[in-house]
């Protein structure tokens, strides 16, 4: 039998687990990208060292996975803890999906294309939490700060690398053999 204790330990674990999982996919694309396409894209003087964004957004996962453990706490019978949990999971969809669109896609355009609705499903999961768990919505305050400014950074170097598609167009006529290195 679980005890009460090992039941919240494990939802706990559960929760960030499922977040920073968010994250290892969203890096698999971010990750090789970076070597090959974002190293060589001109970026904005304010643009952060690139060490400096796997620790924070851990630690942005950790509060994240923390912030819907709160939430699923409160009983997953309660109607607004659905609500709430449902809207989380897709904006750990959207996030997951920047990744893909900006690092994956190689394109800043479809990245600020897609951090728009992520950081809109970001501010409704606050204000869902608010209702349930006040301690919930406020881990999430510096997840909306990060993605507020990665939605600055993100728009400056779509301007600065105007070409909406980015690499895309030029690595499918590589793989297809239709240009050359």
């Known amino acids: 039998m679980v005890k009460l204790g090992e039941s919240r330990l494990l939802k ?25 396409w974002y190293n060589f894209l001109i970026k904005p003087p304010f643009n952060p060292p690139s060490w400096l964004f796997s620790p924070v957004w851990t630690i942005l996962y950790i509060l994240i996975g923390t912030s819907a453990y709160l939430v699923w706490m409160v009983g997953w019978e309660n ?9 989380y999971g897709v904006q750990l969809v959207l996030n997951t999906l920047w990744s893909i669109l900006f690092f994956g896609l190689q394109s800043p355009f479809l990245g600020f294309l897609g951090i728009v609705p992520l950081w809109i499903s970001i501010v409704l999961t606050i204000l869902l939490f608010y209702r349930v768990s006040k301690k919930a919505a406020y881990l999430l305050i510096p997840y909306i700060l990060w993605v507020s400014f990665a939605a600055i950074l993100n728009f400056t170097v779509w301007q600065l690398n105007p070409w909406p598609y980015g690499q895309l167009i030029i690595n499918f006529m590589i793989f297809q053999g239709l240009a050359t290195l």
């Open 12 to 36: 706990l674990v559960v929760s960030v687990i499922i977040a920073l999982f968010a994250g290892i996919i969203g890096s698999v694309f971010t990750t090789a990208s970076i070597p090959i």
């Open 79 to 87: 109607k607004e803890v659905k609500i709430a949990l449902s809207v």
